[in-house]
């Protein structure tokens, strides 16, 4: 049920200086319309963005009627969800969009089906998330169970369970929970590496250099009675030497066996 407030026409702002007159039993929270259904809501926040030339200018309401092909008074219905969550924000007769819906409204020219995750960021602000993620959280739950809570923050009466489905299904849509059956569950987050198919896979130690540890003792190359002295010191674990190949073990004594011909053919030149 809509409120309806007094000195209006059903569908019109009241002045802003006049609080609206809640009828009874009304819900202690701003939750949809029931009059709009989520993808036509999805379709006056792309007119919103168009509506302010993406962002650059305030959107006025008229336009954005006229680009959806909605009468006017059916979209002032659904200014007061729009505005509690942070899609838009009103100023005077005229809306600021939110950076939010101006990347949403860019990215459906590309991929229409994810694109409402770009509205994932303010949605997860909103009080429906705020009280339905944390349960999910901890646990998947039943649809009842989840429309239960909603209603229990809310102060909803059964008579708003439509209304407070549609704030599931806007979860769904934005990317933050998923609905198999009747089952509720939250989307894991996924890292950036994962986001973008790019996870860094562990580096693999180089056999080589986990099996043999070589620390120069000393190295000098000042000359001494006109030789060049130099002396290395190779260390190798014997833990690590049993699990060497016959061939691996051969290069590695016929190095040190270059390495000593070098050394004898230097001084010989000396």
Known sequence: METVEVGTEEGQEPPANEAPVRPPNE???????????????LQLLRAYAIASDMGKKMAERQVAADLVKMNISTVTL??????????????????IVAP???????????????????????????????????????????KDDAIRILAEASGSTPQYRNRLETL??????????????????????????EEDGDMPQPQQKDETSRSRTVVPSQLSASPVDGVVQFHISVKVDMNELKDWKADRIAAFFSGIAQVLAAKSGVENEE
């Open 27 to 41: 819900p202690t929270k701003v939750l949809p319309t029931d009059r709009i259904s989520l993808k036509n809501i």
């Open 78 to 95: 659904a200014h007061p969800f729009l505005t509690d969550v942070g899609f838009l924000q009103k100023n005077g007769k005229k809306f």
């Open 100 to 142: 939010e819906v101006v990347s949403y409204a860019r990215a459906h020219e590309w991929n229409p089906d994810n694109a409402p995750h770009k509205l994932s960021p303010l949605v997860q602000k909103a009080w429906f998330a705020q009280a339905l993620l944390t349960r999910l959280s901890f646990n998947p739950l039943q």
């Open 168 to 193: 599931i299904e806007f979860m769904q849509t934005t990317g933050l929970i998923k609905v198999d059956g009747d089952q509720v569950s939250k989307v894991r987050t996924e890292s950036k590496y």
